[in-house]
């Protein structure tokens, strides 16, 4: 069974930083392409970053410079380390895992407010 648990959300003041995870489990981790996506209220959800099983990473242009993901294959997570954070960064963030097969995980809300 293919689980991925995100965590590490919360909230946090305009400037802050947060941390979140994203452990997987039932996949060969160091062979898929991981993700995370976030959807505000309201809106689509939207491609944040992703970081390929060579290490490339690619952000979405409203977080080049603040936020980065890294992934540790011996432990099976992908992080997104995210600075400066903005109102406009609230959304529920989701990672999610893509070979063959797409998985997503259930998600994390992020909030950042004053």
């Known amino acids: 069974q293919v689980q991925l648990v995100e965590s590490g959300g919360g909230l946090v003041q305009p400037g802050g930083s947060l941390r979140l995870s994203c452990a997987a489990s039932g996949i060969i981790f160091s062979r898929n392409l991981m993700g995370w996506y976030r959807q505000a209220p309201g809106k689509q959800r939207e491609l944040v970053a992703s970081?390929?099983?060579?290490?490339?990473?690619t952000y979405a242009d409203s977080v080049k410079g603040r936020f980065t993901i890294s992934r540790d294959n011996a432990k099976s997570t992908v992080y997104l380390q995210m600075n400066s954070l903005k109102p406009e960064d609230t959304a529920v963030y989701f990672c999610?895992?893509?070979?063959?097969?797409?998985?997503w995980g259930q998600g994390t809300q992020v909030t950042v407010s004053s």
């Open positions: 970081i390929t099983i060579a290490g490339t990473r």
């Open positions: 999610n895992a893509v070979r063959i097969t797409t998985y």
